[in-house]
């Protein structure tokens, strides 16, 4: 969380809690679970290099899936 968005909660929690440690720990504490679950989500989403690997294999998988239906439409029509 950047320093503006930080100063701007921790204003905004001045006005309902007096004490300023307590309003700093408060705003802490807020921030620790916006890193917290931002990092559980960096965990699961792809990245640019794994959709690219991923891409990749689609193609490997398209090329051997053609390749190995043109073999077959070929064996069916030598037998015919």
């Known amino acids: 969380m950047n320093a503006e968005i930080?100063?701007?909660?921790?204003?905004?929690?001045?006005?309902?809690?007096r004490d300023n440690v307590?309003?700093?720990?408060?705003v802490s504490k807020i921030e620790?679970?916006?890193d917290n679950k931002f990092d559980e989500s960096a965990?699961?989403?792809?990245t640019k290099q794994d959709l690219?690997?991923?891409k990749v294999d689609i193609i490997k998988w398209q090329i051997g899936t053609a390749i190995a239906v043109?073999?077959?439409i070929i064996?069916?029509?030598?037998?015919i």
Do not use: N
């Open 6 to 17: 930080s100063f701007k909660l921790f204003e905004i929690t001045k006005e309902f809690v």
């Open 22 to 26: 307590k309003a700093k720990e408060f």
């Open 32 to 34: 620790q679970a916006i």
């Open 43 to 46: 965990k699961i989403l792809a």
């Open 52 to 54: 690219s690997e991923a």
């Open 70 to 72: 043109i073999g077959i």
């Open 75 to 79: 064996a069916i029509v030598k037998l």
